[in-house]
T-cell receptor, first 116, second 115 residues
Framework: AQKVTQAQTEISVVEKEDVTLDCVYETRDTTYYLFWYKQPPSGELVFLIR??????QNEISGRYSWNFQKSTSSFNFTITASQVVDSAVYFC?????????????FGQGTRLTINP | GAGVSQSPSNKVTEKGKDVELRCDPISGHTALYWYRQSLGQGLEFLIYFQGNSAPDKSGLPSDRFSAERTGGSVSTLTIQRTQQEDSAVYLC?????????????FGPGTRLTVT
């Protein structure tokens, strides 16, 4: 069965600190997709990134970076030099490629608070 | 371009009443999804529509829940005889294609409160 675990329920850091959000997943498939979404206080889920299971290259986008490691079934997300606007709930999600529906299985989310 | 829109943004209803929630996906997106977000259960998949294929209803929690998608665009999620445990934010999402790798874009949600 598919499962996504975000063990960190809440993280609080001071602005400009680096912070890493952990995500561990379980799947029986060899082909799958991993996602990160951001849910700011306004409530709307915002897509951040998608990786497929064949591409383990780490990705950097501005202050955001993602570390995908199949060996540990992890897809961690790092924010460098955090800013107050980064405060949100962050969700990691998994979609299996071979099943009938492209449903996303979400982790429980990590509430990130950046303090000025 | 316009994103996914949902209406109403908030709905308060009495236990036992029926409610209808509406979703307008992004134009050109063939896949449409409904999810539910509640404090106790997190984000849960409810139902998925792809083109003219039969919908995947595997996530619907009971037969009081149903959904339809007319003309391959607008979707309506109906909850009959609402219960207090139905209180949640109902999220709609759409994506470009059947390919499982396409990211889903979410609407702002409908907050349902059953009193």
């Amino acid at each position: 069965a598919q499962k996504v675990t975000q063990a960190q329920t809440e993280i609080s850091v001071v602005e400009k600190e680096d912070v890493t959000l952990d995500c561990v997943y379980e799947t029986r498939d060899t082909t799958y997709y991993l996602f990160w979404y951001k849910q700011p206080p306004s409530g709307e889920l915002v897509f951040l990134i998608r990786r497929n299971s064949f591409d383990e290259q780490n990705e950097i986008s501005g202050r955001y970076s993602w570390n995908f490691q199949k060996s540990t079934s992890s897809f961690n997300f790092t924010i460098t030099a955090s800013q107050v606007v980064d405060s949100a709930v962050y969700f990691c999600a998994l979609s299996e490629a071979l099943r009938g529906a492209q449903k996303l299985v979400f982790g429980q989310g990590t509430r990130l608070t950046i303090n000025p | 371009g316009a994103g996914v829109s949902q209406s109403p943004s908030n709905k308060v209803t009495e236990k036992g009443k029926d409610v209808e929630l509406r979703c307008d996906p992004i134009s050109g997106h063939t896949a449409l999804y409904w999810y539910r977000q509640s404090l106790g259960q997190g984000l849960e998949f409810l139902i998925y529509f792809q083109g003219n294929s039969a919908p995947d209803k595997s996530g619907l929690p009971s037969d009081r829940f149903s959904a339809e998608r007319t003309g391959g665009s607008v979707s309506t999620l109906t909850i009959q005889r609402t219960q207090q445990e139905d209180s949640a934010v109902y999220l709609c999402a759409s994506s470009l294609a059947r390919d499982r790798g396409y990211e889903q874009y979410f609407g702002p949600g409908t907050r349902l409160t059953v009193t």
